[in-house]
Antibody, heavy 117, light 112 residues
Framework: EVQLVESGGGLVQPGGSLILSCAAS????????MTWVRQAPGKGLEWVAN????????NYVNSVKGRFTISRDNARNSLSLHMNSLRDEDTAVYYC??????????WGQGTVVTVSS | DIVLTQSPLSLPVTPGEPASISCRSS???????????VSWYLQKPGQSPRLLIY???YRASGVPDRFSGSGSGTDFTLKVSRVEAEDVGIYYC?????????FGQGTRLDIK
């Protein structure tokens, strides 16, 4: 079964750091770009970052540039999002997703990040 | 950034009746390869989004044929031919032609 499972969410104070992980299974992870999407409470979907199959190309939404780092380990079929200098507005459910044919065809269940003092 | 504007934002529908959601883009989503880089998702309450339509008009695997997508370079439409109770949720369009990837604000479909 093709599956993405996120982990690492939690409660963190403003200015703090957190590392999210996404474990992929059921497909050849190294053949796909991967992406993170977030959803603030009661709000819509917001794309956060993506990374090419071999990690040679990376893109971020402006609001997280310089604070978040996306990375991948193809040997471990794993995607990560290192989040630093967290702000209240980073509070959201974070989803990892698999891009394919110009869309995100597989989504994880999400992991909740709460930034609050 | 490419802005996607959905309408309506709220859509009450009687079961068995059709429904239509519009997604208008601030720029053409037609790639030079001829494909339209717009997709549609349904997010049911408490669930992750699910892909319905990709490349403008192709139904994703397992999606009922009552869902269809169409459109030109900047105007796209998701149609549900006969709404069922299980179709309630929030529908989003998304573009991947340019970074940053952007979503429409969402359309909430519920049953009358």
């Amino acid at each position: 079964e093709v599956q993405l499972v996120e982990s690492g969410g939690g409660l963190v104070q403003p200015g703090g750091s957190l590392i999210l992980s996404c474990a992929a299974s059921g497909f050849t992870f190294s053949n796909y770009w991967m992406t993170w999407v977030r959803q603030a409470p009661g709000k819509g979907l917001e794309w956060v970052a993506n990374i090419k199959e071999d990690g040679s190309e990376i893109n971020y939404v402006n609001s997280v540039k310089g604070r978040f780092t996306i990375s991948r380990d193809n040997a471990r079929n794993s995607l990560s999002l290192h989040m630093n200098s967290l702000r209240d507005e980073d509070t959201a459910v974070y989803y990892c997703a698999r891009p394919s044919n110009g869309a995100f065809d597989i989504w994880g269940q999400g992991t909740v990040v709460t930034v609050s003092s | 950034d490419i802005v996607l504007t959905q309408s309506p934002l709220s859509l009450p529908v009687t079961p068995g009746e059709p429904a239509s959601i519009s997604c208008r883009s601030s720029q053409s989503l037609l790639h030079s390869n001829g494909y339209k880089y717009v997709s549609w998702y349904l997010q049911k309450p408490g669930q992750s989004p699910r892909l319905l339509i990709y490349l403008g008009s192709y139904r994703a695997s397992g999606v009922p044929d009552r869902f269809s997508g169409s459109g030109s370079g900047t105007d796209f439409t998701l149609k549900v031919s006969r709404v069922e109770a299980e179709d309630v949720g929030i529908y989003y369009c998304m573009q991947v032609l340019q970074t940053p990837i952007t979503f429409g604000q969402g359309t909430r479909l519920d049953i009358k």
